[in-house]
């Protein structure tokens, strides 16, 4: 049971818009940034959104990140087959004093 | 450029320890405000946060796997290490190490290497 709550899977077709979410609490959400992560099948993750809502160089204005109270997004605009991945979100947990993530979330792009 | 690669044995008897490193190129990894951890990924599971040290080699573990892990720098050859001990067959998995700046969010990643429990 991950400490934060993502939805398994979501799906959109090519060209479209998908959020996904990530439900916390006040001792990680609540009081720090979080981050989202693409995992393509059989590689390593890879840093999209750090801060809440920054991309790191290189990383397009397709992917955009907020955050509300305990709960943060991930959005994802004009889908592209290459998209496809699990997506994770994490974040600094003040409790635990661990990063905890998301249990991730797999998109389809059908 | 950064680059992070891990190493270390594929396979590891249980109750064994697990030992990995990540030797990082492309920059010192003496640079103030950085941390360099390690995540791990059991197979078909989602990522799980080992721990992380800093620049001044203060150490930061996940809970669950504090009474297990230890993990150091060698700045000497630009090096960072993970010790697990009483590995089990829930050990295995890959491991990544990362770099991260500030603490939380990693930015650059090893491409990762597959460790086995198994007698």
């Known amino acids: 049971q991950s400490v934060l709550t993502q939805p398994p899977s979501v799906s959109a077709a090519p060209g479209q818009k998908v959020t996904i979410s990530c439900s916390g609490s006040s001792s990680n959400i609540g009081n720090n940034y979080v981050s989202w992560y693409q995992q393509l099948p059989g590689t390593a993750p890879k840093l999209l959104i750090y801060?809440?809502?920054k991309r790191p160089s290189g990383i397009p204005d397709r992917f955009s990140g907020s955050k509300s109270g305990t709960s943060a997004t991930l959005g994802i605009t004009g889908l592209q087959t290459g998209d496809e991945a699990d997506y994770y979100c994490g974040t600094w947990d003040d409790s635990l004093s661990a990063v905890v993530f998301g249990g991730g979330t797999k998109l389809t792009v059908l | 450029q950064l680059q992070l690669q891990e190493s270390g044995p594929g396979l590891v008897k249980p109750s064994e320890t697990l030992s990995l490193t990540c030797t990082v190129s492309g920059g010192s990894i003496s640079r103030n405000s950085y941390f360099w951890g390690w995540i791990r990924q059991p197979p078909g599971k989602g990522l799980e946060w080992i721990g992380s040290i800093d620049y001044s080699g203060s150490t930061y573990y996940n809970p669950s796997l504090k009474s297990r892990v230890t993990i150091s720098v060698d700045t000497s050859k630009n090096q960072f290490s993970l010790k697990l001990r009483s590995v089990n067959a829930a050990d295995t998995g890959v491991y990544y190490c990362?770099?991260?700046?500030?603490?939380?969010?990693?930015?650059?990643w090893g491409q990762g290497t597959m460790v086995s429990v198994s007698s």
């Open positions: 990362a770099r991260a700046p500030g603490g939380s969010a990693s930015d650059i």
């Open positions: 801060d809440n809502y």
